[in-house]
């Protein structure tokens, strides 16, 4: 499985009838380098196992890539982190077919932002259709989200909700703490 079915991406629609979706894709912050609005599991994309062995030896090749400081420990484990991260995001950009942009933003000092997409169908048809269901999950989030603003109104309350602390927050209102309190 190579790359050879794949474009650099420069913004525009692939046909007047199809929307692309943004897979981002880096290292650190969570146990997958592959990000939606959120960071998505690896056991939920349906890529093949070799190329998610692949991602998660390359987020492993990071973190030993930097000092303790974490800088590069050297200009060579950078650059070879960088061709690695567009060789994958190639791979990847394969597999959910062109439906799906992969944008990978290297660590590399000066290194731009490369996005990808490929030209053809998906090659892998499970991913494609994990990617495209998470997606379907998050427009229906957004639409959801928006009926409850209209609903709202102007004169509408928001609250959020910390469940581990059980505090509840309306912007607006300060509720003083205990430790506020003399």
Known sequence: MGTSHLVLYDGGMTDENCTT???RMFPDYADT????VFPIDYE??????DLIHQLDAWEQSYYEALDADFNWKSAEEARTFT???IDLAGQVANELGEEFVVEFASYEHHAPTYTVQSRSPADNDEAFAAFST??????????RAAQLVAEAG?????????????????????VPRTEDVD
Not at 134 to 143: C, F, Q
Not at 154 to 174: C, I, M, N, Q, V
């Open 134 to 143: 998470i997606v379907a999950e998050l427009d229906a989030e957004d639409v």
């Open 21 to 23: 979706t943004t897979v």
């Open 83 to 85: 061709q690695t991260g």
């Open 33 to 36: 380098v592959l990000w939606l």
């Open 154 to 174: 102007p004169d509408g309350e928001w609250t959020a909700y910390a469940p581990l602390s059980g505090e509840t927050f309306t912007p607006g209102k300060h």
């Open 44 to 49: 939920d994309t349906g890529l093949s196992p």
